[in-house]
């Protein structure tokens, strides 16, 4: 298809100067360090045989930690797929934004053309693709998982509402596997997108007065849990074992950088920030985006309002509406008046940065511009009219390109060379055991006892130190207890000899410790799946193969 080859050149038009470069591009020095670390450890733990990495080894100091309990991995998995190839984890990286950026744009294209025409279809998703809070994202920001997520927005729309009009299993099968892929890629987006999906449903199952409709909400909703049961259920079950107060900053004094409270348009409480600070260094630009968006959803309401009576674009202007109400209400949340919803709202402070709902915007807004692009084609009669909006989306599209080019020629990155041998990220605290007091740990890098002998006589020599599985061979003069360098954490299992043996974990550390009887053994750890992480897998299998099936048994009796 001519459109989406299109597509696929202004996404690598976007993207090149990533794609030429062994660069990470972001102005997020900790983050990138932290991304790259986090891919570099999964795509090395896949390369040991383990089929869904979780455990993290070199975090902390060496002493490790669960942080694919609380990722999703689906980005991840597609980086360790690029790497196969380029052999260069920042180049597999920016070959799946690259993706992402042209998945998103493809999804809104088939999205639009749902309402429109080809020709708007091709437009509006190409100004998606290049519209720039996207390219700041991709570019600026730099944020990896959230980036990728944004693939799946179009397709989860379009498919629940092809389900809605069609009453064809298939599309809600299809709308709850990209829900799913969301939920796999990056949670809070899944978390925030989820509030979209349901009003979306509410409001098209009101307007068309089908409210036999509504039940595509559980559908999908549980169709994609269902299919994500391998990542989301340990996340529901195993939290507990987690930092995840840290988040957000409760009670610590990271507290305030966190805060949505902080971080809002208005009020404004940039003087409180660092000079550097993300939020401060940049707030007038958020402050601009609202003033684009504004305008945005001000042109698209007078062109609801001039599509309302033609009866062929009855559904175009009821999803107009839906996505008119989803971009004011995101930029609502940028306010201090959406307070009373952030506190009220179960996890809704989780999100910690009220302008992680720009995102949203941004799709709501550009989708609008379809409507705004088919009304100047099809309904304006004056020249004086045409021309009017001609020059104001002219304006839109140059003040577009005039900072793509801005964030594209002059955003900070951070070389291969600096990035690898990967560091360790030490300062996401979220991600230690709740049993871990990080003052209480050994952080010489001087390190080498990965093991010790802590009381008895005996030595102890490292056979083999992998990912999730550790070997080591003791020579014990008498009953001896060792000290593991590495965190404690559910699904730790010790065997001496091939038989299981208690695990203990140090006071304040969160080191391991194992008695090991006189004589001479062998000890081996390993990282295993506890049973919410087996099941969870099971479950997930299952579900996604039953989808398979469910999906083809449905287009054989289509064509059948």
Known sequence: MVSIAILFFVSLLIVSRQLLSKAYFSCHGEDTFAYVSWAWQFVEALKEGIIYPRWMPINYWDYGSPTFILLPPFAFYLVAFFNIFTGSIITAMNITKFLALFLSGAGMFFLVREFYSEKIALLTSSFYIVFPYNIFQFYFIGTFASTVSFMWFAPIILFTYRSMRDGQHKDILYAGLCYAGLILTHLINAYMFTFVLMAFVLYLSIVNRNLKNILVIPVVILIGFLISAAYILPVIFEKQFV???????????RGFI???????????MTDKFSTGHLWNAYYD????YVFLFSIIIILSSFQIMKMRKIDTMKNANSVNIFFLGAAVCTIFFMFGLSTLIWESIPFFKYIQFPHRWLNITTFAAVFLCAGILWVTHNILKTKRERWILTVILCCICLIS?????????FTHFIHEKELLPVRAPNWYKEHLPVWVDIEKIDKSEDIKQIVAIQEGVGEAEVVTWMSAERVIEIKAQEPVR???????FPGWKAYVDDMHTAVQTEKGSG?????????????ILRFEDTPVRYYSKLVSMVSFFSMVVLILFSKRKQYG
């Not at 390109?401 to 020629?409: E, G, M, N």
């Open 243 to 253: 930092n995840l107060r840290e988040f957000i900053g409760e009670g610590t004094e």
């Open 258 to 268: 966190f805060n949505y409270r902080n971080l809002f348009i208005l009020p404004d």
């Open 285 to 288: 630009m958020f402050v601009f």
């Open 401 to 409: 390109f005039f900072l793509d080019y801005k964030y594209i020629r």
């Open 482 to 488: 060792l000290r593991i360098q590495t965190f404690y």
């Open 511 to 523: 080191a391991m410790l194992i008695d090991i009887p006189q004589g001479n053994h062998k000890l």
